[in-house]
């Protein structure tokens, strides 16, 4: 299964980071779904399409993304983006910004060489050509928990990441490193919450604050003490912070105008 759809009510798209896939979400799933029609699905390269060797742009991410929301009859929707993610739900809010109603964007950013990451991009694609991914994914996904691989989800989260292909992993971090928004960010509509941890080693707080400056219409959350995977560290505060956004009375407001307009 490389595509979920759960619950009624607005629809809520999931979009996953690098390395991973759609079960990152499990602890999101049940309680959005109970106010939401919760969309989570794989990207090309990852979890169940892992088979497939993943695309190497953000823009071709954020197509694939609008098609399989087409193919299901989506028209408007709540993007919530983590990381990778984040930058495809940028793009797919430039793209089509009379569809995304409310923007969560999570420890992601504009900037997709990813300044003051813990190694640079080509260090990594360098390591993962030469060494192999282990290693490689090995020391990148323990960064995005606070306790490194003693978390207790640190461990399904490397059994994803084992499963992309060498190639996946490589054409990743060139989708990033080839992608920026900073310049278009006054092109996103949508109501916006930015949601960065302020421990995050992939995304140095100008990332996040870039966002926030530069979308019109961005409120910010800082989850202290917390890493990249916030959501799995923190679920009660990240759950209870992205809800509170999508039910606000400004998005509210903004799904109204929309279903009037179209």
């Keep these: 299964m490389n595509c979920l759809r759960v619950g009624s009510g607005p629809t809520l798209v999931l979009v996953h980071g690098f390395l991973s896939g759609l079960a990152y979400w499990e602890k999101q799933i049940e309680l959005f779904s109970s106010s939401f029609d919760v969309v989570a699905m794989d990207l090309p390269g990852y979890n169940g399409k892992a088979d497939e060797v993943g695309l190497d742009s953000v823009e071709g991410f954020a197509r694939y993304v609008l098609s399989r929301l ?11 983006g983590h990381s990778m ?10 793209m089509a910004p009379e569809r995304v109603v409310g923007l969560v964007l999570y420890a992601t950013g504009p900037v997709g060489s990813l300044p003051g990451r813990f190694e640079s991009i080509e260090q990594s694609i360098e390591r993962a050509q030469t060494e192999g991914t282990q290693q490689v994914a090995y020391d990148t996904v323990r960064t995005w928990f606070s306790d490194g691989e003693d978390d207790p989800e640190f461990k399904e989260g490397i059994e994803l990441a084992n499963m992309v292909q060498t190639q996946t992993y490589v054409n990743g971090l060139l989708a990033m490193a080839g992608w920026r928004a900073l310049e278009r960010l006054d092109q996103i509509e949508a109501k916006t919450l930015v949601l960065w941890p302020d421990s995050d080693r992939s995304y140095l707080w100008p990332q996040p604050e ?3 400056q530069g979308i019109a219409d961005a409120n910010l959350a800082v989850v202290p003490q917390a890493a990249h995977n916030t959501h799995l560290e923190k679920t009660h505060i990240f759950n209870m912070l992205v809800v509170d956004f999508l039910k606000s009375e400004k998005v509210k407001l903004r799904h109204k105008a929309l279903v009037k307009a179209f």
């Design 210 to 212: 870039s966002l926030w």
């Design 70 to 80: 087409d193919a299901m009859g989506i028209e408007k929707f709540h993007l919530m």
């Design 85 to 94: 993610g984040g930058m495809i739900a940028q793009e797919v809010a430039i």
